[in-house]
Structure formats: structure tokens, C-alpha cells
T-cell receptor, first 113, second 111 residues
Framework: AQSVSQHNHHVILSEAASLELGCNYSYGGTVNLFWYVQYPGQHLQLLLKYFSGDPLVKGIKGFEAEFIKSKFSFNLRKPSVQWSDTAEYFC???????????FGKGTMLLVSP | EPEVTQTPSHQVTQMGQEVILRCVPISNHLYFYWYRQILGQKVEFLVSFYNNEISEKSEIFDDQFSVERPDGSNFTLKIRSTKLEDSAMYFCASETDGEQYFGPGTRLTVT
């Protein structure tokens, strides 16, 4: 069955540190890939998405993600995090033939000033 | 910027009672979804809705659940007889161009 996994449940970083959050999925077919962010007390917001084309996608707020098809991965990166990046980050996959999103469990990122 | 809205933000109900969670999708979006997130667990798909009918539903979406688009704007999720395990955050989403836009969620607490 299709699944999405996020490796880190909690990440603590200092401001200006680099960030990489892992996301892997299990599925042999075509996928659309997403990263969502949920700031404290707010709703899920789309950070970036990949449908096709350049596997390196840039999103809002300086985030980027790279789709590596051979590794079934879509890791989220940011070169230098800020305190305001403290939030929960969700990887989500839309598997071909479905219009629904399958989410990973989420990674809670805490950035200390 | 248009947003998906949901009401109420928090609903407390007793086991066995019916609840209706309301959502107003972004106008001119055609696809609508309900997801839920039990505390500490993944966001899970419940049901999708297009052209006034259910297009997909998960195993979670059993006969206790129903969805409706009673007018041109609202999209509702009804749980007929709530159980303790229905306690969760319920998210509505609407979609255009492959992107799903989420509402702020309704926290349902069943006591």
C-alpha cells in the first residue's frame, strides 16, 4: 500500500542553522509531491509542490525541495532558518489515479533564537 | 486572498450525539475534501466531493459519516452518532489546479 514517511518527528535548531527534513514515499507510479506548514494556531499552508519538470522546486519563505525519483524522496531544505520558521511541517503525496493527499506524520521544528 | 473557512473552531459533544461541521470552500473551486487528524497521528483523508457527489472515500468514512453541499457555498460533514474515537481535528480543503487549500480546522471533542 502507498505510504509516506517523515524521518524526524522533532527537530531543534538554532537560528541561522541549515535545515533538511526528510520525506519518503512508497509507490512505483507517478506522484505529485507537496510540503505543507502549520504555524502555531494556524491552518495548513502550502510551502511548495512538485508536479513535473525540474526536480528542484523553490517555495515560499526561502524553502526548497528536491525530488529524487530513484530514492522516492522529497526532502525539504532551507539554508538558514529563522525563529519564525517554528512550526510543524507535513510532507504529502498525491498518488496517480487518486485526487487525495496522503500525509506523513509531520515534523515539529523548533528554532531557538 | 480567498481562504477556506470552517465553523465552529471547537465543538464539544456527548457520545451518541450528531454533529455537523461546516466549511465554506473558496468560490469557483470544484473539488472539496474532508481530512481529520487525531491528536499525535497523521492527517488522514476522509472523503472527496465533486459535482455534488462523493468521488472517493476512505475506510474511515463509514455509514456514520455523510457530506453535503446544501447550497452554493457550504460544504458540511455530518457525524450521525459520535464516538469517543471521533475526537480529532477536522480539516476541510478545496482544490484548484491540483493544489488543495485547507481551512483552519474544527477541533471536535467527544465526551
Amino acid at each position: 500500500a502507498q505510504s509516506v514517511s517523515q524521518h524526524n518527528h522533532h527537530v531543534i535548531l538554532s537560528e541561522a542553522a541549515s535545515l533538511e527534513l526528510g520525506c519518503n514515499y512508497s509507490y512505483g507510479g507517478t506522484v505529485n509531491l507537496f510540503w505543507y506548514v502549520q504555524y502555531p494556531g494556524q491552518h495548513l499552508q502550502l510551502l511548495l509542490k512538485y508536479f513535473s519538470g525540474d526536480p528542484l522546486v523553490k517555495g515560499i519563505k526561502g524553502f526548497e525541495a528536491e525530488f529524487i525519483k530513484s530514492k522516492f524522496s522529497f526532502n525539504l531544505r532551507k539554508p538558514s532558518v529563522q525563529w519564525s520558521d517554528t512550526a510543524e511541517y507535513f510532507c504529502a503525496v498525491m498518488f496517480s489515479g487518486y485526487s487525495t493527499l496522503t500525509f506523513g506524520k509531520g515534523t515539529m521544528l523548533l528554532v531557538s533564537p | 486572498e480567498p481562504e477556506v473557512t470552517q465553523t465552529p473552531s471547537h465543538q464539544v459533544t456527548q457520545m451518541g450525539q450528531e454533529v455537523i461541521l461546516r466549511c465554506v470552500p473558496i468560490s469557483n473551486h470544484l473539488y472539496f475534501y474532508w481530512y481529520r487528524q487525531i491528536l499525535g497521528q497523521k492527517v488522514e483523508f476522509l472523503v472527496s466531493f465533486y459535482n455534488n457527489e462523493i468521488s472517493e472515500k476512505s475506510e474511515i468514512f463509514d455509514d456514520q459519516f455523510s457530506v453535503e453541499r446544501p447550497d452554493g457555498s457550504n460544504f458540511t460533514l455530518k457525524i450521525r452518532s459520535t464516538k469517543l474515537e471521533d475526537s480529532a481535528m477536522y480539516f476541510c480543503a478545496s482544490e484548484t489546479d491540483g493544489e488543495q487549500y485547507f481551512g483552519p480546522g474544527t477541533r471536535l471533542t467527544v465526551t
